[in-house]
């Protein structure tokens, strides 16, 4: 058993930074890499800010998959599903060209990331609601929405329908409007990042996106999406209007991928359960990455980059031989909203206390009962107080 190799699941950030991590520890030892995708590494963030800069799919791929493979001497299988695991039998079956085949592992680490939540809609052209959480689905958008979707036939800009004014949603209306993109958003709240900002950041940032060009549809949501009679898709909301748009981007939100883990018999509840040293309830199976609940965050998922790569370094060591457990700072992060940009430090939702202003103006911090600064908010230019508020907030 010893002689078999790592095997890591997933080729984004949490699989590729954790065998990285690892490489710096240990040079030697096998590692394979099963991903379901290409492989190609690339910063998923950009995916919500590349349309804007005209930048195609293909140049957001910063290393492509044989080059990682070659620099971290990995044996990578991409475009390769694994359809399940033995934990007694430390072994994989993974699906790759209709073919199966089995591996055995002496560590295994999921990194397989989350799926984007579907709400089901009424309708003949229902199925046909996009959502990007991967260079692929990017890829497919892109190639939707047309490089410069300024330019429709008709000679008017292309309309997208936004479902969900959270970060994503709010991201890419930013990027899309700038693009010159006409922008629709409907979110069931009263304004956008409602569940995240205090009410009066969310107002400035709805009134920003709107200077833009952005048409809010807030206290309602898309219950149906059908073939216009003029071309496009006519989405019908809860409220009784209707919006035509070329495309329709659902934003509302990503769940932890967990079927394969639960397959196998693991703890799973929001997210694959990990303790603080990323191990799940089986012994060798260690978890990260938005498929994992963290014990070391309160058992919560943290769907963001930093965290990932915190991670990624505490389950090296602990692949490397040293047992390590994840700590996670308080991570602050940036929406790329360049309307209004904006920090956020979110606070644990079982978290009793209130937002109130702080000091300058575009800056709010959220106070728990015993008067403790728990999370913060800072816009526009009050985000260059990043290092300060985070010294004061107590993670
Ligand atoms: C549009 C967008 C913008 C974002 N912006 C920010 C931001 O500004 N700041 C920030 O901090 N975070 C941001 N995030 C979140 C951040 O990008 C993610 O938290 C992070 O990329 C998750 O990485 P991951 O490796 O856990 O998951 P993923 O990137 O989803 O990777 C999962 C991998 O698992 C593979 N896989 C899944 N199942 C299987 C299987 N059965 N067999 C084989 N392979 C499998 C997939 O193919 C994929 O390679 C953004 C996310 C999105 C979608």
């Not at 590692?31 to 995916?47: E, M, W």
């Not at 560590?107 to 052209?125: D, E, F, K, M, S």
């Not at 769940?255 to 089986?282: D, F, I, K, M, P």
């Amino acid at each position: 058993m010893n002689q078999a190799p790592i095997i890591v699941i997933g080729a984004g950030i949490a699989g590729w930074t954790t065998v990285r991590e690892f490489r710096k520890l240990d040079a030697h030892a096998p590692v394979v890499l099963v991903t379901a995708d290409s492989g190609d590494f690339y910063a998923k963030p950009t995916l919500s800010n590349a349309y804007a800069q005209k930048r195609a799919p293909y140049q957001l791929v910063t290393t492509p998959a044989a080059k990682m493979a070659e620099t971290l001497q990995v044996t990578l299988l991409p475009h390769a599903r694994v359809e399940s695991f033995d934990t007694a039998a430390h072994s994989i079956v993974v699906r790759q060209d209709d073919a199966l085949q089995t591996l055995t592992y002496r560590q295994l680490v999921l990194a397989t990331g989350a799926h984007p939540i579907r709400v089901p809609l009424l309708g003949n052209a229902a199925d046909q609601v996009r959502s990007v959480n991967s260079l692929d689905d990017f890829a497919a958008f892109h190639a939707a929405l047309g490089v410069d979707a300024t330019i429709a036939a008709s000679g008017a800009s292309k309309t997208v329908l936004i479902m969900g004014a959270g970060l994503i949603g709010c991201e890419f209306a930013n990027d899309l409007v700038q693009a010159g993109v006409r922008v629709h958003v409907a979110d069931p709240a009263p304004r956008p990042l409602a569940a995240l900002l205090p009410a009066d950041a969310g107002e400035q940032l709805q009134t920003a996106l709107s200077e833009l060009g952005v048409q809010w549809h807030f206290g309602t949501s898309v219950t149906a999406l059908d073939s216009s009679p003029s071309g496009g898709l006519l989405a019908t909301l809860a409220d009784g209007s209707t919006v035509v748009a070329d495309l329709v981007l659902s934003a509302i939100g990503l769940r932890a991928y967990t079927a394969l883990a639960l397959s196998a018999g693991l703890a799973c509840e929001r997210g694959v359960v990990v303790n603080t040293h990323l191990q799940t309830s089986t012994p060798d199976v260690f978890a990260l990455g938005d498929c994992a609940q963290y014990d070391s965050a309160g058992q919560r998922t943290l769907p963001y980059v930093m965290p990932v790569m915190t991670a990624a370094r505490a389950l090296a060591a602990s692949l490397a031989g040293t047992p390590t457990e994840v700590v996670f700072p308080l991570m602050p992060v940036s929406i790329k909203t360049p309307a209004l940009p904006l920090l956020v430090a979110a606070v644990h939702p079982a978290t009793q206390g209130q937002w109130e202003p702080e000091g300058s103006e575009g800056a709010w911090r959220f106070m728990d009962l015993s008067s403790m600064q728990r999370g913060f908010v800072l816009a526009g230019k009050s985000t260059a107080r990043r290092m300060e508020m985070t010294k004061l907030t107590h993670a």
